[in-house]
């Protein structure tokens, strides 16, 4: 598959939700790398550099907020696309995180896999 050579990060501390977005995405031909909380989300964005980082906003040792503050400080991965995928809905967290550069912010409750999975080929421009 064309999209087995497209590194997606995962930082989510949810193991279900992790496992079930990398299964998806898996399926999907993409090669998926796991970060359960957000000073292994940057150790991983580092040495992997992923072509799509989907991160969720609530996760031990650093939140969502802080590992995109420090992602914009990284000359090598601040240019790596970020998709947020959290439970924060208020109108100034959705701010904050597209202040910080962020391409698309999801609320888990609203979005099925198969639309998350829709909006990250989009992001990346395949079909």
Not at 26 to 32: A, I, P, R
Not at 70 to 81: A, S, Y
């Amino acid at each position: 598959m064309l999209n087995s050579k497209i590194k997606i990060l995962i930082a989510e501390d949810d193991s279900f939700l992790a496992q079930m977005y990398s299964e998806k995405l898996e399926t999907e031909g993409f090669k998926v790398i796991l970060a359960t909380n957000g000073v292994e989300a940057i150790d991983k964005m580092k040495l992997e550099k992923p072509d799509l980082i989907l991160l969720d906003l609530l996760m031990p040792k650093k939140d969502g907020f802080e590992v995109l503050r420090e992602k914009t400080t990284d000359k090598d991965i601040r240019n790596i696309p970020v998709m947020i995928l959290t439970n924060l809905s208020q109108n100034e967290d959705i701010k904050r995180c597209y202040d910080l550069g962020v391409r698309d912010f999801m609320i888990k409750a609203y979005f099925v896999p198969a639309e998350i999975i829709g909006k990250i080929k989009a992001l990346l421009n395949i079909e």
